[in-house]
């Protein structure tokens, strides 16, 4: 079993930047494809990027539209999201997560197992 913990978040003004990390233990987090999610106040969670194992990257082309990068640091047993030009539709609270094996749909919370307990970025003036 894998633990996640997301750090980074905070409060940032329209186009600023945040790198968001997602830290693991228990497993090597190289085992792992890994995703970022988000929640918006009164939104349901959604699919921001997720990182292959073999370290693809792959976006949610509507929301991050070349802002984002996700990267992996296996050495470091941890996962990145560095979001630059952030909007105030960008607030919300991130949570990173492993996605089961051979299982689901990348962009499919239900397809992810092990979850963080989420960090908080307010995009505001």
């Known amino acids: 079993q894998v633990q996640l913990a997301e750090s980074g978040g905070g409060l940032v003004q329209p186009g600023g930047s945040l790198r968001l990390a997602c830290a693991a233990s228990g497993r090597s987090l190289s085992d792992y494809t890994v995703g970022w999610f988000r929640q918006g106040p009164g939104r349901e969670r959604e699919y921001v990027a997720v990182?292959?194992?073999?370290?693809?990257?792959?976006y949610a082309t509507e929301i991050v539209k070349g802002r984002f990068t996700i990267s992996r640091d296996d050495g470091k047993n941890t996962v990145y999201l560095l979001m630059n030009r952030l909007k105030p539709d960008d607030t919300g609270v991130y949570y990173c997560?492993?996605?089961?094996?051979?299982?689901?749909?990348?962009?499919?919370?239900?397809?992810?197992?092990?979850w963080g307990q989420g960090t908080q970025v307010t995009v505001s003036s």
């Open positions: 990182i292959t194992r073999n370290g693809a990257a792959v």
């Open positions: 997560a492993t996605k089961k094996t051979s299982s689901g749909t990348i962009a499919d919370p239900a397809s992810y197992d092990y």
